[in-house]
């Protein structure tokens, strides 16, 4: 009688074990505009310490061009906006299982990340280099052997610097940008795996000393949301059309980036802007 008990109660927690994995395993549940509405706030994954993308102030206040995107797509919706600061390696975590409504967070449009989640419309044009000392000539992969090269862990960077250089380097990879960009300034690595706006921070922490040396991949940054939310995804695809058309895009591109306002693609391979 025992033995039937403890098979019994073995079965039984092994049968609560699955139901609880499944859960865990299954998406979160849909949302609407008419739900973060009638809920009266946009919680936006955003990167926490990645300027001139997203950084927290000395206030306290999420800043920088995907918090200004953030702010005006709640804005658009008639909601209060709500951030939520992440790493490199969490984001798409934090979206899947239902923490945040949508992703402003330097997400790079890859079609490995597009079975994940669902991309809008390029609202970003960015490209993954590599950062070295001026005084060493880096002009070819080749030019990489031996190097230490720091990424941050996950992003498109550590995907491209680990395609493109050569066998002898040595990849370090951190937890985010913030540590990747201290350890080149720190005098940890040789070299950083980083986009064009890495430079600004470099810049500032070793002045004079490091500068662009190779381009790996030209990317565009989209809003991500998951995958079958098709009401939100024409929402965020409706607000990024207007932004270009009245001229906000280009007023926060202006104040953040310090480029030129590209031309965006019509359509990129493997990676559809709208819900099916």
Do not use: H
């Not at 939520?84 to 449009?109: C, K, Y």
């Not at 066998?167 to 040789?190: C, F, H, K, P």
């Not at 949301?225 to 591109?253: C, H, M, P, Q, S």
């Amino acid at each position: 009688m025992l033995t039937f008990i403890l098979k019994r109660r073995q079965a039984l927690l092994g049968s609560l074990a699955f139901a609880l994995t499944a859960a865990l395993a299954q998406p979160a549940a849909a949302i609407t505009p008419e739900e973060i509405k009638a809920k009266g706030k946009l919680v936006v994954g955003i990167q926490g310490d990645n300027p001139p993308w997203g950084f927290v102030t000395s206030g306290g206040k999420q800043d920088g061009f995907d918090a200004e995107m953030g702010t005006l797509f709640a804005k658009e919706l008639g909601v209060e906006v709500e951030f939520v600061p992440l790493e490199v390696s969490n984001r798409i975590p934090a979206l899947t299982s239902g923490r945040v409504d949508i992703l402003f967070a330097t997400m790079a449009m890859l079609p490995d990340r597009a079975k994940a989640v669902q991309f809008s419309q390029p609202y970003n044009a960015n490209a993954i280099v590599l950062i070295g000392p001026k005084d060493k000539s880096i002009k070819s992969n080749e030019d990489m052997a031996g190097l230490t090269i720091s990424v941050a862990k996950g992003a498109a960077q550590d995907t491209q610097v680990t395609k493109n250089a050569p066998s002898s380097a040595t990849i370090r990879r951190y937890d985010g940008d913030a540590a990747s960009v201290q350890a080149l300034a720190s005098g940890q690595v040789d070299a950083l795996g980083g986009n064009i706006f890495y430079l600004e921070r470099v810049e500032k922490a070793v002045p004079g000393k490091y500068e662009n040396k190779l381009e790996f991949q030209k990317l565009y940054n989209g809003a991500c949301t998951r995958l079958g939310e098709k009401e939100i995804n024409v929402a965020v695809n409706a607000f990024i059309d207007k932004i270009k058309a009245n001229g906000e895009l280009k007023k926060i591109y202006d104040k953040w980036m310090k480029v030129p306002l590209p031309e965006f693609p019509k359509s990129l391979e493997g990676i559809p802007f709208t819900a099916n």
